[in-house]
C-alpha cells in the first residue's frame, strides 16, 4: 500500500503548510500528493506551485471538479502540467452536487449523471491519446458543439500540444454503487470519500474483481495523539460539514453514504442541526464510532493496529490528510 498526502482545498486563505509538508511527504517516501477544490480556491493551481518545488512525488487532483470545465479545458490543465512535472500527473475528477454545480457554477446538475461522467471522461481520453479530432455527440457534451443556439461552425480539433503520456492516469470519485462500478470499467483508479476497511460491501460487488493495476484511493485524517476524542474531532468538524451542509437537505450524496454505512438515523439528524444553523450540535452528533472507522486517529501503537485492516483489502493508495509532520513520519515507518 503507498502512501500519498491530501492536502484538501484552501480555508479563508493558502495555507503555508502545504509546500513543506509536500516537501516532507516527498523526503519521507510518499508516492503522492493530492490537491482539491470546492468553491474557493482551485486544485490545479496549487499543484502546479508544489510541482515547481518537489521533483519526484506524483501530482493528483482529487478532486477537479467537472463542472468547473469543459472535459477538453480539464485536459488541457492535465497535459500542461504533466509536461511541467516530467510526467507526474494523476488526474482525479468528481462530477460534485446539485447544490455546488448549480449554485456556484451556474449550471444544471445532469439528470443522468452516470452518462455525463463517461462523456466527460471519453472526451478527456480523446484529447490525451491524440488520436485524431475531438469528436463526441454526446448528451451533455458535444464535440464539435451541434446545439440550435450554436453558430454551425464548429469544427473537431486535436490538441496542438502532443501529450506527454496519452495512459495519463484518470481516477474518479464515486460514492454510489452503480457510480462506483462505473468507475472500475472506465477509470484508471477510484477515489472514495470515506473509506471504511470492515465494510467494503457497502460499495456494491465491483470491487470483489477489479481491474489489474486498478488505484482505490481513499483519504483518511491520520493523526499521531493521545487523546482520541480530541483527534477525532476534526475529522467530526469535516463530517459534519459534508453530511450536514455539502448538499440540500433532499439530495445530499454524502448523507446518502453515511446511510448506507449503518448510520441513517445519525446522518438525517445532523443534516437536520446543520440546516437549522446548529453547527456546533451538528459536529457533536456525528458518532466517534463512525469517525473512527473512516480515519487513523491516535497512538502511535494503535494506529499501527488499525493500518492492518487498511492493508488487507483492496486499498492501493492512502492519502492522508495529515496535519503535522510527525503524524506523516509514523505513518511512513509503519507502512515500511
Known amino acids: 500500500m503507498r502512501l500519498g498526502l491530501a492536502l484538501g482545498y484552501w480555508g479563508r ?21 493530492w490537491t482539491a477544490e470546492s468553491w474557493g480556491s482551485d486544485a490545479f493551481t496549487p499543484l502546479t506551485w508544489i510541482a515547481a518545488q518537489t521533483s519526484t512525488i506524483k501530482l493528483g487532483t482529487a478532486v477537479a471538479q467537472m463542472a468547473a470545465r469543459s472535459p477538453t479545458t480539464t485536459a488541457m490543465h492535465a497535459l500542461t502540467l504533466d509536461h511541467l512535472s ?11 452536487g446539485p447544490q455546488v454545480v448549480e449554485g456556484w457554477y451556474g449550471r444544471p446538475f445532469p439528470r443522468s449523471p452516470l452518462t455525463a461522467t463517461r462523456e466527460y471522461v471519453d472526451v478527456v481520453r480523446q484529447v490525451l491519446r491524440r488520436q485524431g479530432p475531438v469528436v463526441s455527440e454526446g448528451r451533455f457534451h458535444s464535440h ?59 460499495y456494491g460487488p465491483a470491487l470483489e474483481q477489479l481491474p489489474p493495476g486498478f488505484l482505490v484511493a481513499p483519504m483518511a485524517r491520520v493523526q499521531v495523539c493521545d487523546d482520541l ?48 444553523g446548529r453547527r456546533e450540535e ?8 463512525f469517525a473512527d472507522e473512516i480515519s487513523l486517529v491516535g497512538p502511535r501503537e494503535r494506529i499501527a493496529e488499525r493500518l492492518e485492516l487498511w ?26
Open 229 to 276: 476524542a480530541e483527534g477525532l474531532l476534526p475529522v467530526k468538524s469535516m463530517l459534519g460539514f459534508y453530511i450536514g451542509g455539502m448538499g440540500h437537505g433532499s439530495r445530499n450524496f454524502h448523507a446518502d453514504l453515511m446511510a448506507r454505512m449503518g448510520y441513517e438515523e445519525e446522518a438525517r439528524r445532523i443534516q437536520q442541526l446543520f440546516l437549522e
Open 144 to 202: 464539435p458543439y451541434r446545439g440550435e443556439d450554436g453558430t454551425g461552425l464548429g469544427k473537431a480539433l486535436k490538441s496542438i500540444t502532443h501529450p506527454l503520456r496519452p495512459d495519463l492516469p484518470v481516477l474518479l470519485g464515486a460514492e454510489g454503487p452503480k457510480n462506483v462500478a462505473q468507475t472500475t470499467r472506465i477509470a484508471d483508479g477510484w477515489l472514495p470519500l470515506y473509506w471504511s476497511p470492515t465494510r467494503p460491501d457497502v
Open 311 to 336: 492493508r488487507k483489502g483492496p486499498v492501493t493508495d492512502l492519502l492522508a490528510l495529515s496535519p503535522d509532520r510527525r503524524s506523516l513520519r509514523v505513518l511512513a515507518e509503519l507502512n515500511a
Open 13 to 33: 486563505g493558502p495555507s503555508a503548510d502545504h509546500v513543506p509538508l509536500a516537501q516532507e511527504a516527498e523526503r519521507l517516501g510518499y508516492h503522492s500528493v
Open 282 to 289: 451538528a459536529v457533536l452528533a456525528v458518532p466517534d464510532a
Open 86 to 96: 516530467g510526467g507526474r500527473m494523476m488526474l482525479g475528477l468528481g462530477l460534485s
